[in-house]
């Protein structure tokens, strides 16, 4: 039987009329931090899951000062499981940021959120609830807005502190900056809206410091999200959304999609400057998510999401706590699974759509990040218009076609699943995929074997404790968490 802990009760506060990501039964926040141990589960959890399958996401305590709050506004809170011996363990901790502590210290809101004007730019609180990575053989929590990363220790996820690399970057990186897991590095961009310049490029080594950076010359301030990695370049992405330079001035937000500008996709060195970067140009759109890339002889082959409509249309009459419904739902913007190929040789570059199904939140085995894959398992938008998907397709990107899919029964909705490497697997796809599946107030970890998803979950373990949709996940191997702790204990002797 599973014995549950409550760590700490979290004094809710945030509340807007409208607002479906703080009153829906699948946004709203949870109220306390736990660890379950010896969770129980409906068929057995497998041996050979060894690490840590880690989701971040959004669990706002206290309200914007302007009580307007936009999802990317709420404070991290992780949901973390740890495999071992066919055992499970579940903890979700608040990502400690400097600004919830100073809240939590104040006992009500101390910044602005998204949803105010430019001017509130400069004082967001660095929510840390976008992404998180394994590093060094800790868990790093990032955020979209750019800012300092968050560390959290690999073994119960509490907050180390924000991340200066060991005093060698303090001026933040974005949501997905990567780790190849391979070499052990940490690629990074950041980017601004105010001050040159409007992007940074860099790596940080498997040891915490700055290899490289460099300074990356756009055209004006953007909005990336996402980048590509291959084993020796990276692609920045210069796409065509960004907030209206007119309105700018005035100091007010809009974004702007212009159709008239190319995209523009940079390759550069992995450890290259500004300088070696190779601008191609593509039809205008925008990405969140990239899916992975490599080198093919003279080209780099990519593939990410390419948005059809980057702006939605929203209705007139929609109150102002909703407008982000349109953004945040992929029903509205309507990605596509699209190749790219950059030509180093001739400077030119293609793209086609290999998939008319709007599907996105793709994650990959992440040993193959930078290097030819074949299979990226993507999820299927939710019917509802939130930030919600309603299933997984495994997709061969090598033969660019469905092979295998598995949607959740109605009324249920998952996040962005993880692969799990299986311990002593060979094949690519021999492993699982992990994610929690909600349904109202109910959650559970869903494990299914990747080499046969579309048979449905092997394993379920329902959890004490609901699970509010989120943002992104990683999965930890737990052969690569104490490798990193035995080299930095062998360092520091
Ligand atoms: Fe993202």
Redesign the pocket.
Known sequence: MAEVIVDRKLPLQASEEHNEYLHHDAFRPVDKEITATDLSSIGDIPKDIDGVYIRNGHNPVYQPKSGRYHWFDGDGMVHATTFADGKATFRNRMVMTTGLAAEMEAGRGLYPGLRDGFEAEEGLKNSSG??VVLHNGEFKTLF?RCGQPYRLAADDFRTLGPDDFKGSWERGIS??SKVDERTGELIFFNYSFNSEPFMEYGVIDKDNRVSSVTAIDLPGPRLP??SWVTENYTVLHDLPLYWDSALLALGKKKLKFDRDLASRFGVIPRHGSGGDIRWFECEPTYM??TVNAWEDGDEIVAFGFKQLTPIPKIPRETPSARVQNYFLSFQFNQPRLTEYRFNLRTGKASERIVDEQCLEMPNINARYLGIRNRYAYNTMAAEIPYFLMSGIQKFDLQNRREVDRYELPKGKYMGQPVFSPRVGGKDEDDGYLISYVSEANHAEIYIWQAQTLGDGPIARIPLPQRIPGG??AYWGNGSDIREAQMRQTANSH
């Open positions: 976008t992404d979209s949501a997905h999200h996402d969140l998510h943002s992104h």
